[in-house]
């Protein structure tokens, strides 16, 4: 099994920043790609970046281009989310997931979330 454990969200002011972190663990944690989701209230769930686990190719969606990064430390099996210049529509509940198949875009694992809140 896989256990993906997100920290670093809270609350922080218009303009500031967080580094959210993604630890993986389990006998059977082999990432192709991990990938950072968000969910707003009364919204869906949202894509935000991905990583490829070998190689680089960092993706991110529009509206958070050139103000989050995403990394990864693979001997810490760790994806980190730097966020920056953050706007009170990045609050959400933040999940990392992990997808295991060159084949499938299916993200097999999902972490618990952690809470961003961006205050005005």
């Known amino acids: 099994q896989v256990q993906l454990v997100e920290s670093g969200g809270g609350l922080v002011q218009a303009g500031g920043s967080l580094r959210l972190s993604c630890a993986g663990s389990?006998?059977?944690?082999?990432?192709?790609?991990m990938g950072w989701f968000r969910q707003a209230p009364g919204k869906e769930r949202e894509f935000v970046a991905s990583?490829?686990?070998?190689?680089?190719?960092?993706n991110y969606a529009d509206s958070v281009k050139g103000r989050f990064t995403i990394s990864r430390d693979n001997a810490k099996n760790t994806v980190y989310l730097q966020m920056s210049s953050l706007k009170p529509e990045d609050t959400a509940v933040y999940y990392c997931?992990?997808?295991?198949?060159?084949?499938?875009?299916?993200?097999?694992?999902w972490g618990q979330g952690t809470q961003v809140t961006v205050s005005s």
């Open positions: 990583i490829r686990w070998s190689g680089d190719n960092p």
């Open positions: 389990g006998s059977t944690f082999s990432p192709v790609t």
């Open positions: 997931a992990l997808r295991s198949s060159y084949v499938s875009v299916k993200y097999d694992y």
